[in-house]
């Protein structure tokens, strides 16, 4: 059992920036592969950025490479998205998600666990 909280979201400015946390519990950070995505009204749930159990793999979506970040801090238990640079398009909800090792096509499908979802709001 893994418990995901997201937090951080708010509006802000095209051009700034914000930073998602995501507290995990229930089970080990570093058990898990974890990601972010995201979801509009109406659109799918997007894939953002996901990291690898042991911390040292990344994939971030085309749409946010160089933009944002994933990161985490194993002793606090934390998962962190940083945003920068940000545009209207990324205004969604954001959700962390987590999925247990094992064998998958990719590192953006598979997630068993969610987060219930944090707003951001980018504004011109």
């Known amino acids: 059992q893994v418990e995901l909280v997201e937090s951080g979201g708010g509006l802000v400015q095209a051009g700034g920036s914000l930073r998602l946390s995501c507290a995990v519990s229930?089970?080990?950070?570093?058990?898990?592969?974890m990601a972010w995505f995201r979801q509009v009204p109406g659109k799918s749930r997007e894939f953002v950025a996901a990291?690898?159990?042991?911390?040292?793999?990344?994939d971030h979506a085309d749409s946010v490479k160089d933009r944002f970040t994933i990161s985490r801090d194993v002793a606090k238990n934390t998962v962190y998205l940083q945003m920068n640079s940000l545009k209207l398009e990324d205004t969604a909800v954001y959700y962390c998600?987590?999925?247990?090792?094992?064998?998958?096509?990719?590192?953006?499908?598979?997630?068993?666990?969610w987060g219930q979802g944090t707003q951001v709001t980018v504004s011109s």
């Open positions: 998600a987590a999925r247990r090792i094992g064998f998958y096509r990719n590192f953006r499908e598979g997630y068993q666990h």
């Open positions: 990291l690898s159990a042991e911390g040292t793999s990344t």
């Open positions: 229930g089970r080990t950070l570093s058990d898990y592969m």
